[in-house]
DNA sequence: GGGAATGCATGCAGAAAAGCAATTATTGCA
DNA sequence: TGCAATAATTGCTTTTCTGCATGCATTCCC
């Protein structure tokens, strides 16, 4: 209802989701790949370290939020990413209760290693597609991800009403 | 080398392999929650039951092979499965050696779960594409889902000298 | 027929993830 | 000032995921 297209037609097609379900199967299975064969980090942390390089200032409670999991497991997420060099905890100066977490150098350098696996790994199906395809999946990827990132600031994911929290 | 595009343009652009990437990390963000909040399946049993559901013969050396882990790990997913009601184990006729692992009905109805709670949230950000952006991406991301299905079979997965084992 | 290879399972072990309850420190508000 | 709410952590428990080595049954091939 809130979204980009006029109220005679509210509802994306089911056609269109199909498209994107059966995609988003295929690129969780590049994604996993990627991941298996690195250097041990996993989906939830390597989940961490995007959240970190997207956002300014991230909290334990706003990764909490993100990933959807108890703020305990956040802190032994985080636990598990100081241990290994990828993130740096930091004290908030605002608000002596907060703790900002931040990416370290490993954690940037280790995400550059997952995102080159990752690449290379979809350039091999990129490969199998003509130009055609390809620049209209860009196009459509590009406003996709848009629509995404707008609904994936820790300000909307998990609370907003929007995406109900458990009615499935 | 091996795709449909011409020798004289043998590589996928950089920034098409980028949005690719980005609306990876999206698609994996929609994909992880709409796990978390549903009954206790995980992602590794989540993609076991999708290659259950695409495949009409699957092994447990298929499995180890398309989630890229150890056959025991793949013993091990299934007993778990198997203890869940999700798959049945079927020793094979041709081969006695081999069990053929299949979508019990319960383990149907849980992906039907699943992939409601996904298309929900695919949807939503559907919803906020224009009508022009979403048809492209329709037809964009079936070509996609095809470039990757081709090399998603168990035959190709995990031994293809076009995704090599371990270079990165 | 007999050894090699294949497919799967089991014993063993470690790491990761996740939740709940309880605690501490800090902040906000009446 | 004092009490409630918030942010993060810690102790504890359970489940899952993963690999390696080993063993068992079956199949393949010389």
């Keep these: 209802m809130n979204g980009r297209r006029p109220a005679w037609n509210a509802t994306p097609p089911d056609d269109a989701v199909d498209a994107l379900l059966v995609a988003s199967r295929a690129l969780v299975s590049v994604a996993a790949r990627s991941l298996a064969g690195d250097e ?4 939830p942390q390597f989940r961490t370290l995007v959240l970190l390089a997207g956002e300014v200032r ?6 909490a ?3 959807d999991i108890h703020p305990s497991s956040a802190t032994r997420l985080c636990d598990r990413l ?10 908030s ?16 350098a280790a995400m550059e290693r997952v995102t080159v696996r ?5 350039a091999t199906i ?12 860009v196009k459509a990827l590009h406003a ?16 907003d009403p929007r995406l109900p929290e458990d009615s499935g």
């Design 40 to 43: 041990e980090i996993t989906l």
């Design 58 to 63: 991230v909290t334990v409670t706003d990764i």
């Design 65 to 67: 939020h993100a990933l």
């Design 82 to 91: 100081v241990r290994k060099g990828l993130i740096e905890r930091i004290a």
């Design 93 to 108: 100066q605002d608000d002596r209760r907060v703790v900002e977490v931040h990416l370290a150098p490993g954690g940037r």
């Design 118 to 122: 990752r690449r290379r790994d979809l």
């Design 126 to 137: 990129a490969d199998r597609m003509t130009d055609d395809e390809l620049a209209g999946a």
């Design 144 to 159: 996709f991800a848009d629509a995404a990132g707008a609904l994936a600031t820790p300000d909307l994911w998990g609370w």
